[in-house]
């Protein structure tokens, strides 16, 4: 009795272990700053409870397998506020993004299909593609640009045969990075020329600073029949824990394509669509304030990172996470020495490694992703701790 | 730019078809009768809507990827309460019952591995087996013996050297059949023997009528390395739109398995984990009326079918559906005329065609699953219409 060799070949998140260590030293009583993952402690609207709370039938029946009507209204009024003309019908309802990124996945691509991406990339990418049957492959980034891709030449060369998509996150987890609409267009040419699908994962669409605009695939008209946009209430309403991902497209066979596995799953939380049906319903005012709120955090996180001696940073225009490179030789053993030996006034911190978001983890052994989810002081003091964690390390390396 | 080849292979359900027809009949003032699908017209229980409304965290965050401690240790008790014992460890909370079959078959099957069902089957199972790489091999049965398939001989009959696994389904989906102990402790036997896993479809669990026992592959403490029991809240607690699905094993490579794509997929939904803890701390009593009241709806269902001429009918001991035969040769060109043709004092009445549930359609062409999620009385109607139905069915096909 053997489980399946896929099965196998999956890797248990590394964070777990990481994970072990911050319950332990909670337990020595050490406070840990929590900015390794993407959970906000912005309070999510309260509509979203509203809603929920005055659902109005005595029965939580299946709704159907596409998403709510309302919802799925309600998300088209919402990219129509921006410019993007969706209708209900070119949009689904999934269980999370991440659910829309594993139907996209399993809809587009054939066994050995390669999936171009920005590297560093969300690890789930590629969680969502190889169980699709494809690859991932990467274009490649530097800690000294930004983690900017948008370079034709580059792009360019990453296409092979096999590739079947480009992915995009804008602006992007790890990295905060951020397309303009006119390097959108320019994938988009790149896409019809090398006849591509695009996906585009639009979740953290408002988090764009110093004054950008919102961009979007959804925008370019001409090659609409080539993209497929994700979404989600996760980060926007600060609402990970209701199950509402999106996926939008105007190419009908993606859609049957995706409506046949969503018969299969039956039907997405029918309280969460209640409750998301209202938030998509937030006055744009919203935006604006929760994007001011992470612009603060933003300037605060990467004020205090350039006091840290050898640090490589560029300052990120969008999302909220930043990548950044320090000067050690494993990040991994970094953190460990920041949850089992340090502490400054009994705290630490906790971010997450970056050799898991990196094709080949070795670009990644020197670097850290922090999501910026805590209020200013906190992310301040975040901060402090990596810079005075990072004193205290090299000192004991070199005693060593 | 072309979509995957098994997005092709794989089709949209049958039914849409037959609800847009239900949808014009309803636009032509028809009633109908809707017992197609397994959707409880039974109340929630209230105790879900409060521990919703009273959820306390303002931030609604991600839960862990397994489920929260809270709702495992509430399933833990539960089953202990039939006498079933598993450590909250040894339960994963799922979105909803469709994705921990999901994650089961991805977890333990390898490309063209079979999994042994009884034929005619939940037609899902043939969407998570064909995803994960599987084949559905049939152990086939009979309308003549209630569909019964747990004979030692035709099991193991239908075993093949590719075979991986056994699925059962107890109380059944379509069928309404069930399983005795002594006959799971047989199908653990056979499993032993031929080093097979034992999926155990337990949503139905108490579901049993005319006094029969809650019977458990939980209980076959000999076996447990490889049985694997997946569970849900929508039937039991009539929460269909709550979509928290369950997934138990004592095998520590299966869940290690689907935490690997429990990680994936992030986590459940937060507010359904919380109402769905409150349903598994309702008294043992609760499943008592639950039982009593789908019991009574079986023997009206079964008292009427005996009054249609022709049909082949065992009476099913348990879950809420029962398969039958009518003297017709093709059920969807029968039901087209329930929808599109046929009337009663303005009232017409929607099955399920039975093809779609059997590995080869051809043997369900004159099949219908009946639902009984609806009160005594309707019930009553939905049968008498399909009586009349059918009458007028025959009259046509005379006349033609």
Request: hydrophobic share 35%; with cysteine; net charge negative.
């Amino acid at each position: 009795m053997q489980i399946s060799e896929k099965s196998k070949q999956m890797e248990l998140s590394p964070i777990r272990r990481f994970n072990e260590m911050a319950r332990d030293a909670e337990n020595r009583g050490i406070k840990i700053y929590r900015v390794n993952i993407g959970q906000p402690d912005i309070k999510t609207p309260e509509c979203y409870m509203e809603a929920v709370r005055n659902y109005p039938d005595d029965v939580i029946a299946y709704m159907e397998s596409g998403g709510t009507d309302d919802l799925r209204e309600a998300v088209s009024d919402y990219y129509a506020s921006f410019g993007d003309d969706f209708a209900p019908d070119e949009i689904m309802i999934t269980s999370g993004g991440s659910e829309a990124l594993s139907m996209v996945f399993t809809t587009i691509l054939n066994e050995g299909d390669e999936v171009l991406v920005a590297d560093p990339y969300y690890s789930n990418y590629s969680t969502f593609v190889l169980s699709a049957g494809g690859q991932i492959a990467r274009i490649p980034t530097h800690a000294e640009e930004g983690y900017h891709f948008a370079y034709r030449e580059r792009i360019e060369q990453a296409i092979t045969p096999r590739t079947k998509a480009i992915c995009c996150t804008s602006p992007g987890n790890p990295t905060g990075d951020v397309l303009t609409q006119d390097e959108m267009h320019m994938i988009c040419e790149i896409a019809e020329e090398h006849d591509l699908w695009i996906v585009s994962d639009e979740v953290y669409r408002e988090f764009v600073y110093d004054g950008g605009a919102v961009a979007s695939f959804g925008r370019e008209k001409e090659y609409l029949d080539r993209i497929i946009i994700t979404d989600s209430i996760s980060k926007r309403y600060s609402c990970c824990g209701g199950r509402i991902g999106i996926l939008i497209s105007k190419n009908r066979d993606v859609m049957n394509g995706a409506m046949k596995l969503a018969q299969g799953r039956l039907s997405v939380s029918t309280l969460d669509q209640a409750g998301a049906a209202a938030l998509f319903r937030l006055p744009t005012s919203y935006y604006d304030e929760i994007r001011d709120e992470y612009e603060k955090r933003r300037d605060i996180v990467y004020s205090e990172l350039t006091k840290i001696p050898g640090v490589v940073c560029v300052k990120p225009r969008g999302s909220f996470y930043v990548t950044v490179k320090l000067p050690v030789d494993d990040i991994e053993d970094f953190l460990v020495f920041l949850l089992t030996e340090f502490e400054d006034k009994k705290e630490t911190v906790m971010f997450a490694p970056a050799d898991g978001f990196y094709y080949d983890s070795e670009r990644g052994k020197n670097k850290m992703r922090l999501a910026y989810v805590l209020e200013g002081e906190q992310m301040r003091r975040s901060v402090e701790l990596i810079r005075l964690g990072l004193e205290a390390y090299e000192k004991k390396q070199a005693e060593n």
